[in-house]
């Protein structure tokens, strides 16, 4: 049997039903690598807070290719790398380049005994583990970067071997000696 209910009781129930939906406001964009380097800062190692020179701003490289490699004193591959990442920092010099090492070591002195050994006379930097390594979520170390003149990626890679090494130095040196974009256009053959 059919109970009578009075229309007042499916009232609220109605204009619940007839209310219009509202969308959540979207979740903020994850930041861009390009963004996230641009903003950040990273530490000279050996340097005393308020040096000039002590800290460098990424965003200051604007104008410069930059090689912006992630490394760690435990890692394997970094003793290999680092070396040869002085020869590349010295060949780009030149042309406007410049090679950034960031250790994201946890103890700032086990960095800097590292670069002291693996390659004297480098200048690093240190951003530790919870820094732009962690913002740019890198996959493995080491890890490089090559940016272009405006600040944009030209090519992202994980590796210190010989290949990975030669891609990088390639990249670099092809963009410092062309003033190459990221959309593949060059000073010398635009679009």
């Excluded at 109970?3 to 129930?13: D, G, H, N, Q, S």
């Excluded at 390594?133 to 003149?149: E, G, I, K, Q, W």
């Excluded at 030209?154 to 092809?174: F, N, P, Y």
Aim: proline share 9%.
């Amino acid at each position: 049997m059919l109970r009578a209910f009075p229309l007042l009781r499916w009232i609220p129930v109605l204009a619940l039903a007839a209310a219009p939906v509202r969308a959540a406001a979207p979740a903020p964009l994850p930041e861009t690598p390009v963004s996230a380097i641009a903003a950040h800062s990273l530490r000279r190692l050996g340097a005393t807070p308020g040096d000039p020179g002590s800290a460098l701003e990424l965003s200051s490289l604007r104008g410069h290719v930059v090689v912006l490699n992630f490394w760690a004193s435990w890692c394997g591959p970094c003793r290999k790398e680092l070396p040869q990442l002085r020869t590349l920092a010295e060949s780009l010099a030149g042309s406007g380049g410049r090679v950034v090492p960031v250790s994201i070591d946890t103890d700032p002195r086990n960095a800097s005994d590292f670069a002291q050994h693996f390659a004297p006379g480098l200048v690093v930097f240190h951003d530790g583990p919870d820094g732009l390594a962690r913002s740019l979520d890198l996959p493995a170390l080491p890890y490089t970067l090559v940016l272009d003149r405006e600040g944009r990626m030209l090519w992202s890679g994980g590796g210190g071997d010989g290949a990975t090494l030669a891609k990088i130095a390639s990249v670099a040196q092809h963009a410092a000696e062309t003033r190459g974009i990221a959309d593949g256009t060059t000073e010398e053959s635009p679009r």
